[in-house]
């Protein structure tokens, strides 16, 4: 049947099962290849992959002047960019989106402005980034910022539109609310799971916003480390850099899904 529920451990199993069918079908398709061709690099068996790893977490410099790891320091400057632009973006978001929800002149001034810009890809406007703020933490954060600022903003102000009714605002003006206890008792609690779930979906844009300019400009960092490696096709690397970034979004999905069960108990889903 249609969206009958399952058992809880049979939910677990099988999600285990799915990540076990991955494995094995990479290990068939890496032994295939090599086969063909023992120096193949494209599909690294898992010894490569170990080898690989010791490298990524070998300490850099000398023993006069030891350094982080390769891994470590691509980790810091990624999720530190990753951290400062999305969270700002996100303030942003709220903001703008609320205030073009709540009042129509904001909205008739801005819903235009913000829908169109809300079209132009981020990497789009790279070069306009370059000469605004440079290409060092600023470009950065203004890259992952300015990328999810438009589209959630637009996306709290539809939600808005679409779920807080007139006759609630009516009501709490009736009752001698004021705008601010209406923006927060209304608007803002009706559209609190809305937002928390536009916040799970901007997860994976920020981070292809962030590695698109790192690529480019970065010289650290885990899409400079990708680009670096692709180049002489260290593929166990590249590899094992887009399993943490997948494990990143997956743990912030998660974290935001177990948000909001515990924010908004009466919308679970």
Same mark, same amino acid.
């Given at each position: 049947m249609i969206r009958r529920p399952i058992p809880r451990w049979l939910a677990i199993a099988l999600g285990v099962g799915g990540v076990v069918l991955l494995l094995t079908a990479y290990s068939i398709l890496s032994a295939r290849q090599t086969r063909k061709n023992e120096?193949?690099?494209?599909?690294?068996?898992?010894?490569?992959?170990?080898? +690989?790893?010791?490298r990524l977490v070998r300490p850099q410099g000398s023993a006069e002047d030891p350094q982080p790891s390769m891994l470590a320091t691509d980790l810091k400057a990624t999720y530190w960019r990753l951290f400062l632009g999305f969270f700002t973006g996100v303030a942003l978001s709220i903001v703008m989106g609320i205030a073009m929800g709540a009042y129509r002149f904001i909205e008739a001034l801005l819903a235009p402005v913000m829908s169109f810009l809300a079209k132009i890809?981020?990497?789009?406007?790279?070069?306009?980034?370059?000469?605004?703020?440079?290409?060092?933490?600023?470009?950065?954060?203004?890259?992952?910022? *300015?990328?999810?600022?438009f589209n959630?903003?637009?996306?709290?102000?539809?939600?808005?539109?679409?779920?807080?009714?007139?006759?609630?605002?009516?009501?709490?003006?009736? *009752? +001698?609310?004021?705008?601010?206890?209406?923006?927060?008792?209304?608007?803002?609690?009706?559209? *609190?799971?809305?937002?928390?779930?536009?916040?799970?979906?901007?997860?994976?844009?920020?981070?292809?916003?962030?590695?698109?300019?790192?690529?480019?400009?970065?010289?650290?960092?885990? +899409?400079?480390?990708?680009?670096?490696?692709?180049?002489?096709?260290n593929m166990s690397v590249v590899y094992i850099y887009l399993t943490i970034l997948g494990l990143t979004g997956l743990m912030a999905d998660y974290g935001l899904l177990w948000l909001r069960r515990w924010l908004c108990p009466w919308c679970v889903r």
């Open positions: 120096n193949q690099r494209v599909i690294p068996g898992w010894q490569t992959f170990k080898e +690989g790893a010791a890809p981020p990497t789009a406007m790279l070069p306009i980034y370059f000469v605004l703020v440079g290409t060092d933490q600023k470009m950065f954060t203004a890259m992952v910022a *300015l990328g999810v600022f959630m903003a637009q996306s709290i102000y539809q939600a808005i539109a679409g779920e807080v009714k007139t006759v609630s605002i009516d009501k709490a003006y009736t *009752l +001698g609310a004021s705008d601010p206890e209406i923006i927060y008792e209304v608007i803002w609690k009706q559209i *609190l799971p809305s937002v928390l779930d536009n916040l799970r979906l901007q997860i994976g844009p920020a981070m292809i916003f962030l590695l698109a300019a790192e690529m480019l400009v970065g010289g650290e960092g885990m +899409g400079f480390r990708i680009r670096m490696e692709s180049r002489v096709l």
